[in-house]
């Protein structure tokens, strides 16, 4: 079992910049992939950005390319968001995940993944 806990959304405006993190406990040592998706209101959840946890290798939407970094602090057990330019399209629940099997690193498909955060608010105003 993996636990995970977001932090750091909250209320920014457009243009904006903000980090959340993400802090895994339990069977850390076995974690093959990390991910963040979100959800906006009315909409489908969505795949965001994804990391492997032994390389640090990175797959990223294609909304978010060149604005979200997904990072790891293997000794923490934390990933993390940075999201950069910040827009009013991006306010959404933004949730943790994570895998144990060994999957694609650009499988967007949320059952690729099996355990999950609580989420955090990101709301980004005009």
């Known amino acids: 079992q993996v636990q995970l806990v977001e932090s750091g959304g909250g209320l920014v405006q457009a243009g904006d910049s903000l980090r959340l993190s993400c802090a895994a406990s339990?069977?850390?040592?076995?974690?093959?992939?990390m991910a963040w998706f979100r959800q906006a209101p009315g909409k489908e959840r969505e795949f965001v950005a994804a990391?492997?946890?032994?390389?640090?290798?990175?797959y990223s939407a294609s909304s978010v390319k060149g604005r979200f970094t997904i990072s790891r602090d293997n000794a923490k057990n934390t990933v993390y968001l940075q999201m950069n330019s910040l827009k009013p399209e991006d306010t959404a629940v933004y949730y943790c995940?994570?895998?144990?099997?060994?999957?694609?690193?650009?499988?967007?498909?949320?059952?690729?993944?099996?355990?999950w955060g609580q989420g955090t608010q990101v709301t980004v105003s005009s």
């Open positions: 990391i492997r946890w032994s390389t640090g290798n990175t």
């Open positions: 339990g069977r850390t040592f076995s974690t093959y992939a």
């Open positions: 995940a994570a895998t144990l099997r060994a999957i694609g690193l650009t499988s967007t498909v949320l059952g690729s993944y099996d355990y």
